[in-house]
């Protein structure tokens, strides 16, 4: 079988604690992995022609026709012939009118609200709670573990800045958050204008669940909107051409913010979409991962990206939370973070016994939804912010936790630091 590449969901792993006793359930495709599991998508390539007039030429010589240009990275995507993606690559690799080509990675996927006091990431009441099935999760803790996000909605509550997040979708059914969707675009095969995976419906929750409608959760910018870019398909899977197409066109729709929950192996054209995006202005934010190691993860570990880890309920680093201060940045609380999802049949709800509506998920993903939504709240308070004055504000407020130094570069963040 040809290996294919893949984008990992960062971090998904949810635990059910029940009775005191954690089991750990981890969705077959949202396991941690490190990047050199992944694998390429079957059938097509990445390349970037010096001249793009000899592309056509140059695709001829191999039996090959021009493909779609990549948003605004200047690469194509080429179809090729099942099996032969990697002997293609390494042959026009040699053409002298080729920058580069490369495999197309996979990617998988890190108020008076009724659930708010479930939301310990938010305001730690050290309270416990049951979820609809009864599964006890104790979010009791640190007092202080929290990322102060009540005292920053004096401030601001984010209105007016738009977050994409490029995930699995948002579910059309879910009262708290699909309000808050204002534009939306499919670049995977799966069904437009929805979320039956479930991860990405939870991210767009943590980042701009509708607050204060004395229903379900509170985002933690709730005058936020969502730009709903569906990079990984309603089985959790996409590629980095999809997420390199979804973070162009979330910056064309005006995306202030860019959350990616996921992971993939380097690609220079995603990193070339990264860039193009911070020279743009937006801030880009994504899950360092579930590997319990140092080993790097994209688009995490490319320099204009803003890399979280993962605390819980007592300040500490989570036990599965990627680290390494040299390129992970921030860290946020990813365990049992209560948030949205599908109201209807979703993956991880079969995988992992998730609720209908509203549940938790443990994972870097949900640390990069906070982190993200905090930089929204910053873009919002702060006159003539730009994204470097965003990313350098939302870092160095950041509470540093004594003993994880070597963890993340600048602490846990604390939106309410942010926003002053």
Not at 37 to 65: C, M, N, P, Y
Not at 267 to 283: C, D, H, I, M
Request: aromatic share 6%; charged share 15%; net charge negative.
């Amino acid at each position: 079988m040809t290996p294919m590449k893949k984008l990992i969901i960062a971090g998904f792993t949810a635990a059910i604690m029940a009775l005191g006793a954690v089991t750990v359930a981890v969705p077959g495709n949202a396991a941690p992995q490190s990047p050199a599991e992944s694998s390429h998508t079957t059938g097509q390539i990445l390349v970037k022609f010096r001249d793009d007039g000899a592309a056509a030429g140059t695709l001829r010589r191999h039996g090959l026709s021009d493909g779609p240009g990549i948003g605004s990275t200047g690469a194509h995507l080429i179809k090729v012939p099942a099996g032969k993606e990697l002997q293609l690559i390494e042959a026009l690799s040699h053409n002298p009118a080729v920058e580069y080509a490369e495999p197309d990675e996979t990617v998988t996927a890190a108020t008076n609200d009724q659930y708010f006091g479930r939301q310990y990431a938010l305001q730690n009441t050290g309270q416990s709670f049951t979820n609809t099935k009864g599964d006890l999760f104790v979010a009791a803790g640190t007092p202080d573990a929290d990322v102060d996000a009540v005292e920053a909605w004096t401030v601001t509550t984010g209105a007016g800045i738009k977050v994409a997040v490029l995930d699995s979708g948002v579910a059309n059914d879910n009262p708290d958050i699909n309000p808050k969707v204002v534009a939306r675009a499919n670049f995977t095969n799966g069904e437009t204008g929805d979320d039956n995976y479930g991860h990405g419906t939870h991210v767009a929750g943590i980042v701009a669940a509708t607050a204060n409608n004395t229903q379900g959760v509170a985002g933690t910018c709730p005058g936020c909107t969502i730009l709903d870019g569906k990079v990984l398909n309603d089985s959790g899977i996409g590629s980095s051409s999809d997420l390199a197409d979804g973070i162009n066109w979330a910056v064309a729709n005006g995306a202030k913010v860019i959350n990616m929950s996921l992971g993939v192996r380097a690609s220079r054209t995603l990193e070339t979409a990264v860039n193009n995006a911070w020279n743009k202005g937006a801030v880009l934010v994504a899950a360092a991962g579930n590997g319990g190691n140092q080993t790097k993860i994209y688009p995490g570990a490319y320099a204009n990206v803003i890399a979280v880890g993962a605390t819980d309920n007592k300040d500490a680093k989570a036990s599965f939370s990627t680290y390494g201060a040299s390129w992970v940045d921030i860290a946020a609380p990813g365990v049992n973070v209560y948030s949205t999802f599908p109201n209807h049949a979703f993956v991880l709800g079969t995988q992992n016994n998730r609720s209908f509506g509203y549940d938790v998920g443990n994972g870097t993903s949900m640390s990069s939804a906070i982190v993200a939504a905090t930089a929204a709240l910053a873009w919002s308070s702060h006159a003539g912010a730009t994204n470097t004055s965003v990313r350098a504000n939302v870092e160095s407020t950041a509470e540093k936790i004594t003993g994880q130094e070597a963890y993340w570069a600048n602490g846990r963040v604390n939106a309410d630091r942010a926003v002053r």
